[in-house]
């Protein structure tokens, strides 16, 4: 299966600050990656569909001024969450899109924000 | 719209018992489904999947079969192991390029020895 590597695995950050979240397809190119956040005990949502060298595309609810989605390349894409608050410690998943009919996901990044 | 049910959690079992977790689909089209697991803090892996009517996706003791006339997906298991504990989901893709996984919300499965 592909490999997917996130980076950092967790982050703990004070309220205010920002954290860029990113995500790597090693072994394929993605022209599309998709972004999820999963709550504690809660299913995962797709926040946002981002394709590589154009804007991403939001899911209902989730500001686009806060997390800042680039995917600048094939292999490559970031989620930067700008002014965290607490509310925004959450698990954030990303996921390229695949040509078949199976996803793969990256390990995932616990954000804690104090 | 398009959606997935799956049977609320807890569920939790003594070793080698016998488990299933239901989960129900609403799709237009022809969906695949899928079972991914998370095992404690760790990132989602696919445990099987079915493209299909009538299809049975299976993988380490664990069958699922893809039932249009009961919109079902159902994830079995004959004999349980501790190590089997982890937050199942079942999940459907609409086969549409650009779109993602629609997720149930999870059931999370103890196994006690």
């Known amino acids: 299966g592909a490999v997917v590597s996130q980076h950092p695995s967790r982050v703990i950050c004070k309220s205010g600050t920002s954290v860029k979240i990113e995500c790597r397809s090693l072994d394929f190119q993605a022209t599309t990656m998709f972004w999820y956040r999963q709550f504690p005990k809660q299913s995962l949502m797709l926040m946002a569909t981002s394709n590589e060298g154009s804007k991403a595309t939001y899911e209902q609810g989730v500001e686009k001024d806060k997390f800042l989605i680039n995917h600048a390349s094939l292999t490559l894409s970031t989620l930067t969450v700008t002014s965290a608050h607490p509310e925004d410690s959450s698990f954030y998943i990303c996921s390229p899109g695949s040509d078949t009919d199976t996803q793969y996901f990256g390990p995932g990044t616990r954000l804690t924000v104090l | ?113």
């Open chain 2, 1 to 113: 719209g398009n959606s997935v049910t799956q049977m609320e959690g807890p569920v939790t079992l003594s070793e080698e018992a016998f488990l299933t977790i239901n989960c129900t689909y609403t799709a237009t089209g022809y969906p695949s489904l899928f079972w991914y697991v998370q095992y404690p803090g760790e990132g989602l892996q696919l445990l099987l999947k079915a493209t299909k009517a009538d299809d049975k996706g299976s993988n380490k003791g664990f069958e699922a079969t893809y039932r249009k006339e009961t919109t079902s997906f159902h994830l079995e298991k004959g004999s349980v192991q501790v190590s089997d504990s982890a937050v199942y989901f079942c999940a459907l893709s609409l086969n549409q390029a650009g779109t993602a996984l629609i997720f149930g919300k999870g059931t999370t499965l103890s196994v006690s020895s």
